[in-house]
């Protein structure tokens, strides 16, 4: 007998069209998110979405007793990246997870009980609406993506996100697309480094995940011995508080953490030109891992390959996705040839592409994607201000405090002018790699044995894998 609680009437308020007048018409919120290249936070853009609405009670009587997966962590654990291979994971629904988060009896958190609320963190993270809502495909119409420019963009290529205080994802990369993401309830603590400080973020592809570069270190309590050169990386720190937008540009690393008892975020990736190279770079690392993990140990899957991952593909699925993906990048070359002379000027962006794929997916065919207009001109000078707050790097006094764990300094940017050192565009480096070397370790330390992870983060390092794959995509299109 379904013993499921009856439906509850969920109302909400309603939207009057033109009655929240927006700092920024939909064309040129989309011209800062193709231009510009630092993460800032969008204000007042969002205040009308009936998504906003929806807060952890809001969603629990939305959905209705629906069943979710939750990732359990540690609390008060930052000596190490809590990766997702290390984590507990628990199917619940939202009912039993706001019992739990609120310490109520252990008879109502079900399948939560075994965990102590005050110890462990829970995070229902990169929940696709499309599925999520599948019985209720109207409320994928709550989330306005068209307000950015991207007409046709809601809920259906979104990912919902909802957690507990500490709550986090561990640092890393996102191989494809760029990011907006739009708080919701509760505030998230944003720490993002930009592209060329991946050196000293120590890069590493184990655990595996298809567009996912994580970061060996704990961003917010780094270990300087084992993890010397992250002093050089320059932390860009933000608060991200409900009803704000983050923009996260295309290769930018980010450690996130909840900071509120109850959080939950709505975000979209968007597929950018560059995903078809990207696609080609993430085949050839699936390639190397999957052949060289699963010789060292078939049996082991489960401790490198990360939970989004069903399985170790075979060698030749891997070959036929890295064919794929090579034809798809030269079919999107020929057609980008011949599009500027027919329109003047080429795109750097596929605003009809859907959100990130975190799956191999060789059925589908990205380069079929056509952009609706020409690339507009990058500005000179893009309009920051009370609507449009960059965020800003770390000061240095801040980095040898908590390790960013304070808000107050980003809370003040957000709420006054921004100065001129917001529109720097960064320090180029130029270092190479045998400068990254500790030299005193090298010289003091006996040497440790080689294993196949060490092998796989050098093989698989996002600059070899680069290099590799324009080599590769060099001779097919010879």
Not at 328 to 339: F, G, S, T, W
């Amino acid at each position: 007998m379904d013993k499921r609680p009856l439906a509850r009437q969920v109302t909400f308020k309603a939207v009057v069209p033109g009655k929240h007048a927006k700092p920024f018409t939909p064309q040129e919120a989309k011209d800062i998110v193709m231009t510009l290249q630092q993460p800032a936070v969008f204000c007042n853009m969002v205040s009308d979405w009936p998504s906003q609405q929806w807060t952890v009670d809001c969603l629990s009587d939305l959905l209705n007793g629906k069943s979710i997966q939750f990732r359990i962590g540690k609390k008060n654990q930052y000596a190490a990246p809590q990766f997702e291979t290390q984590c507990s994971y628990v199917e619940a629904t939202l009912e039993q997870f706001i019992a739990w988060s609120c310490t109520l009896s252990p008879s109502s958190s079900g399948p939560f009980s075994p965990y102590d609320s005050s110890d462990y963190w829970a995070y229902a993270d990169y929940k696709y609406m499309s599925i999520l809502f599948e019985d209720h495909t109207e409320r994928l119409q709550d989330v306005m993506w068209a307000d950015f420019g991207f007409p046709g963009r809601n809920g259906r290529e979104s990912t919902l996100w909802i957690g507990t205080k500490e709550a986090n994802t561990p640092c890393h990369m996102d191989s494809y697309g760029c990011n907006l993401v739009m708080q919701v309830q509760g505030r998230k603590r944003w720490h993002l480094f930009p592209p060329e400080d991946g050196d000293f973020l120590y890069p590493t592809r184990i655990p595996y995940e298809e567009s996912s570069v994580f970061s060996k270190v704990s961003v917010i309590n780094p270990d300087s011995k084992c993890f010397s050169q992250f002093r050089k990386a320059q932390a860009h720190v933000v608060t991200l508080h409900p009803g704000q937008v983050l923009f996260v540009p295309r290769h930018w690393w980010h450690y996130v953490e909840s900071i509120d008892p109850l959080t939950v975020s709505i975000n979209s990736w968007i597929e950018l030109a560059e995903d078809h190279e990207a696609r080609v770079e993430e085949a050839i690392t699936r390639l190397t891992v999957c052949a060289i993990k699963s010789a060292e140990d078939p049996s082991t899957a489960k401790a490198w390959l990360n939970p989004t991952e069903v399985e170790a593909t075979s060698h030749e699925i891997n070959l036929k996705y890295l064919n794929f993906a090579v034809s798809a990048y030269l079919k999107h070359q020929r057609e980008d040839a011949v599009e500027p002379r027919q329109c003047g000027a080429s795109s750097n962006q596929d605003p009809s592409a859907q959100c990130k794929r975190k799956k191999m997916d060789t059925s589908s065919n990205s380069s079929d994607c056509k952009p609706s207009h020409p690339m507009p001109k990058r500005q000179q000078r893009l309009p920051f201000g009370k609507d449009l707050v960059p965020v800003v790097p770390q000061s240095e006094g801040e980095r040898k405090g908590e390790g960013g764990r304070s808000d107050s300094h980003q809370a003040h940017r957000i709420e006054g002018e921004p100065s001129e050192e917001f529109h720097s565009t960064g320090v180029t480096r130029n270092e190479t790699v045998a400068e990254n070397v500790d030299s005193d370790r090298l010289t003091h330390s006996p040497p440790v044995p080689i294993s196949t992870n060490d092998l796989l983060d050098c093989l698989v390092n996002p600059q070899v894998i680069r290099l590799v794959a324009r080599l590769l995509l060099k001779r097919q299109n010879s």
